[in-house]
């Protein structure tokens, strides 16, 4: 047992290490590239507030970590349940979401279809992208709304049966809530390989490579938000798995398993984003490249001179 929640304990802490990094790294990189142009391009100015709002997230999980299960003495006032629920859910909607506005932005700057409405939304992509930004606002408070009135109910009502079946009216809806984003990703996923496999055709009947730039961009594109889906799916599973798992998951190790896992979707989509990006990659390759020379060269300073 002792194995298993160290084990827990240092992935989690590795977790909580590399999505400060990595989306820390982001924020700084886009805001530095800011200062010095005078202006942010869409792509930089979502990646940085989702990097933002991860690192929000990613402290919210800690907060409710270290109040409700290493000092639950000390804390489970419900003022403070309200104030880390609620800050959970704000940092996980907009990490969710502006994931989802970032991939609905590469379908929409890569995709190429022969049609006068793609071509019309095409023209207007920070006007889709702002109004995407807005109903998710939107849908974050009806959810809210859906959270005090599920609370109200639970108040009033205080037989087991009802707050059981309050309780999963709530996870039912709130499974909703999250597969929203999901489905928006899943359709610009489809959107592009059936955007691509039109390409290749066209490609094909003109006698062109099969490598262009437009299939290149087809190509990482798809990675972007393949890797979103498999991450994101991950962090659901991960959600139901907590909300309905077995007495076994309310031990220490057993609570410790659910963030942990969870945790690989704000942290490690964090090093995909980088990776995934020109200009990210090229910086953290400039830092890797100053980090390894530093430690090439500290041996030889530490060395006393001979006489």
Not at 281 to 298: D, F, I, K, P
Request: some cysteine.
């Amino acid at each position: 047992m002792a194995v298993v929640r160290g084990m827990f304990t240092f992935v989690f802490i590795v977790e909580l290490i590399l999505g400060h990094v990595g989306n820390g790294f982001i924020a700084l990189v886009n805001c530095l590239d800011w200062v010095k142009r005078r202006k942010i391009s869409s792509v930089d100015y979502i990646l940085t507030a989702l990097a933002i709002s991860r690192i929000g997230l990613l402290w919210s999980v800690v907060l409710n970590l270290f109040i409700f299960v290493l000092y639950p003495a000390r804390g489970t006032t419900e003022n403070k349940q309200g104030i880390t629920f609620f800050f959970w859910i704000v940092t996980n909607h907009f990490s969710i979401w502006l994931a989802t506005i970032l991939s609905l932005y590469y379908f929409l700057k890569v995709a190429n279809f022969p049609n006068s409405i793609f071509h019309y939304l095409k023209e207007r992509v920070k006007s889709i992208l702002l109004g995407t930004l807005f109903l998710s606002i939107l849908s974050l408070c009806l959810n809210f709304l859906l959270i005090n009135a599920t609370l109200d109910e639970s108040k009033r009502n205080s037989s087991y049966e009802y707050i059981s079946r309050n309780f999963t009216d709530f996870l039912l809806t709130f499974t909703v809530y999250l597969s929203m984003p999901y489905i928006v990703s899943l359709v610009t996923f489809l959107l592009l390989i059936f955007s691509l496999w039109k390409h290749h055709q066209t490609m094909y009947h003109h006698g062109h490579g099969d490598r262009d730039a437009s299939t290149i961009a087809h190509v990482r594109a798809l990675q972007m938000v393949v890797a979103f889906l498999l991450l994101y799916s991950i962090f659901i599973l991960t959600l139901v798995v907590q909300f309905w798992g077995s007495d076994s998951l309310k031990t220490y190790p057993g609570i410790l398993f659910c963030p942990a896992v969870a945790m690989v979707f704000p942290s490690g989509h964090s090093w995909v984003l980088v990776l995934g990006n020109s200009k990210l990659r090229r910086a953290s390759q400039s830092v890797l490249q100053q980090l390894w020379c530093r430690l090439r060269l500290t041996p030889k300073t530490l060395e006393s001179p001979r006489p």
